[in-house]
């Protein structure tokens, strides 16, 4: 079995930086990307960045492409998401998720992203 769990949400001011981190626990030794997530209130769940362990690959939405930054501790097993310059539309619920090679098969609890002006 996989654990994920998300910290770092929170309420933050437009233009301020966040930063998320997912710590994997359990068979996670064939891991092969983790992404983040994210899910506004009355929205579909989105894509928001993924990571590739071999080589370390970083893949973005274009809505948060040069403002947020996805990476990786292979020893401690997490994988962090920087976010700056966040905007209000950045609200919502992020989720980490663990793709073994597969699709994305585990997910975490999520985080509360909250953006205020």
């Known amino acids: 079995q996989v654990q994920l769990v998300e910290s770092g949400g929170g309420l933050v001011q437009a233009g301020s930086s966040l930063r998320l981190s997912c710590a994997a626990s359990?068979?996670?030794?064939?891991?092969?990307?983790m992404g983040w997530f994210r899910q506004a209130p009355g929205k579909e769940r989105e894509f928001v960045a993924a990571?590739?362990?071999?080589?370390?690959?970083?893949y973005y939405a274009d809505s948060v492409k040069g403002r947020f930054t996805i990476s990786g501790d292979n020893a401690k097993n997490t994988v962090y998401l920087q976010m700056n310059s966040l905007k209000l539309e950045d609200t919502a619920v992020y989720y980490c998720?663990?793709?073994?090679?597969?699709?994305?098969?585990?997910w975490g609890q999520g985080t509360q992203v909250t953006g205020s002006s």
């Open positions: 990571i590739r362990w071999s080589g370390g690959y970083t």
């Open positions: 359990g068979r996670t030794f064939s891991r092969y990307a």
């Open positions: 998720a663990l793709d073994r090679g597969s699709g994305y098969d585990y």
